[in-house]
């Protein structure tokens, strides 16, 4: 959860909801959160509760898959920072991270809020909220009681609440399968992108000269969007060795997000990587959107490049 939001209370809900993990000392933000328009699941007629607990709309968890651990080549968040008068100091390294405790989730109070590093909180999405592991980090999580397993994108700060180890979001919970009891046993354990994508992706470059084919920024600027170079933005989502893996994953893009997807080949020494990008995108905003729209779908996070 964000820094802000205070001591989850105690889980209930009335006989008809499922158990709420988390609550929040910041009051729910006024109007609508963004629904399906802006990349975010459920309707687009939002309206926030002032309780946390489970969507009232119903989405079948089997189909959404685990979030993708990708190499992250831009800044981390893992400064000290306090809450409550307490002072936590995140590690800068999570791929050999391991803890065995309680693991609690959070829902519609927070959904469609910023996270503690910027993104949008989808509670179908596959993210969770660590108070210590580096933003962003790739975490498997496992059930103790019932051996089901899941990865989820760290992006967000908490649980500052009792022993709770880590919050999940409510797919991640539902895919568990303690959704409805509100906490779970848990063991957590940090994942090596790299190793990862070499191991069940061997056709994936996870290298830095394939984020380094393009002028990647780690993050959109703050810059008026009268600025935007002629060309527009892209997104690049992927880089492969392999030509036919490149077309299966803009296929799969393509799917999310119609026919603006191409694949750039580029020469890097004597290699030709094949670059799935989305675009040209003409500002700021719709990148914004795009990315977002991909992450929730757990596709990585893509780089931002300002020519195709």
Not at 106 to 130: C, I, P, R, W
Not at 157 to 186: C, H, M, N
Request: glycine letters at 8%.
């Amino acid at each position: 959860m964000n820094l802000s939001k205070l001591l989850p209370l105690a889980a209930c809900m009335s006989a008809a909801l499922l158990l709420a993990s988390c609550s929040s000392n910041r009051a729910p933000q006024p109007g609508t959160a963004p629904g399906q328009s802006a990349g975010l699941s459920g309707p687009d007629d939002f309206n926030r509760p002032h309780k946390d607990g489970a969507p009232w709309w119903d989405v079948d968890v089997s189909r959404i898959p685990d979030a993708i651990p990708m190499p992250h080549y831009g800044p981390v968040k893992a400064a000290p920072y306090t809450v409550f008068g307490k002072q936590y100091y995140p590690i800068q390294d999570a791929r050999r991270y391991q803890a065995v405790g309680p693991a609690s989730w959070y829902g519609t109070k927070f959904h469609g809020q910023h996270t503690a590093n910027g993104e949008v909180y989808d509670l179908y999405g596959m993210s969770a909220a660590h108070k210590t592991l580096p933003l962003p980090t790739y975490v498997q999580v496992t059930n103790l009681d019932n051996q089901r397993k899941v990865i989820v994108r760290v992006n967000d700060r908490g649980p500052f609440y009792s022993d709770r180890i880590i919050d999940l979001s409510f797919a991640a919970a539902k895919k568990l399968g303690f959704a409805d009891q509100g906490t779970a046993r848990v063991r957590v354990e940090g994942i090596d992108p790299v190793a990862w994508q070499q191991q069940n992706n061997p056709d994936y470059l996870v290298t830095r000269e394939a984020v380094a084919a393009a002028p990647v920024m780690a993050a959109l600027p703050p810059e008026p969007v009268e600025n935007v170079q002629a060309g527009g933005y892209y997104l690049q989502v992927g880089a492969f060795s392999s030509d036919q893996a490149a077309q299966a994953l803009r296929q799969r893009v393509m799917g999310l997000v119609g026919n603006n997807v191409r694949v750039s080949p580029v020469q890097i020494d004597s290699r030709t990587l094949h670059r799935v990008r989305v675009g040209p995108l003409n500002t700021q905003d719709e990148a914004r959107r795009m990315m977002e729209t991909l992450r929730v779908a757990n596709l990585g996070t893509p780089a931002l490049v300002t020519s195709n």
